[in-house]
């Protein structure tokens, strides 16, 4: 089995202070830095946009796993790729052309990502599996952290596992919304191997006792 990725969300850090809490998470443990970015209209909430990524890539070398939650991921791509980001990822949901999109963060030299809310099938993310190096299964409806995990996703976690490896496919299964060290293992059962932690990592008492333990659990 692969080893964990853990990624905590810069969401549940404290914003007037985001290059220390990205330095906080990185001496904690953390392999990647998590980045919400909302535009409230894709989702009712709104976070940040290039400028934070920015600054956190100028002074942290971190790889930088950027979650659009914006209804025209495609208008904005060129930002959030000068601002630094490593890992793009788009929405299926959100009005683009998703495999043109897909095409374009490869060709500027990132690693690209797909994301479905929870209501989304796994099928429809059929005709784009071979064009991504991420696959991100929703565990919460986007929008917020703090919300509880969604175990009824964990189907499509194991669809997109044993689809991957019958086509030789070899992107991440990321999951995304209310991962702790009880919930981790079962997304890792399931096939997931990047996970996503806000509150339980930047809340926790001892960060890197939180990020181990869900490496570990
Ligand atoms: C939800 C965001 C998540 C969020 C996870 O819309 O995409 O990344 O920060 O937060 P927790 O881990 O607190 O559920
Ligand atoms: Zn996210």
Avoid at 161 to 172: I, K, Q, T, V
């Amino acid at each position: 089995p692969t080893d964990r990725i853990i990624a905590p969300s810069l969401l549940a850090a404290d914003f007037g202070r985001v290059k220390e809490e990205t330095t906080r998470a990185i001496h904690s443990g953390a392999d990647w830095m998590h980045l919400d970015v909302m535009d409230g209209h894709f989702v009712d909430n709104i976070s940040f946009g290039p400028a934070i990524i920015q600054a956190i890539h100028d002074t942290n070398d971190v790889f930088l796993d950027v979650h659009l939650m914006i209804s025209r991921p495609d208008h904005f791509l060129s930002r959030f790729v000068e601002a630094g980001a490593d890992m793009i990822t788009v929405h299926l949901e959100a009005e683009h052309d998703v495999a043109e999109t897909l095409k374009r963060i490869r060709e500027a030299g990132c690693k690209a990502g797909l994301a479905i809310n929870p209501a989304t099938p796994f099928i429809d993310t059929l005709p784009y599996l071979d064009q991504i190096d991420m696959l991100l299964v929703m565990t919460v409806v986007p929008g917020f952290g703090g919300q509880s995990f969604m175990h009824e996703m964990m189907e499509k976690v194991e669809s997109a596992a044993s689809y991957r490896d019958e086509h030789g496919l070899a992107y991440h299964i990321e999951v995304d919304g209310g991962v702790d060290a009880s919930t981790a293992p079962v997304a890792a059962a399931a096939g997931a191997n990047v996970f996503v932690a806000g509150s339980s990592t930047f809340k926790a008492p001892d960060m890197a006792e939180a990020i181990s333990v869900i490496r570990q659990a």
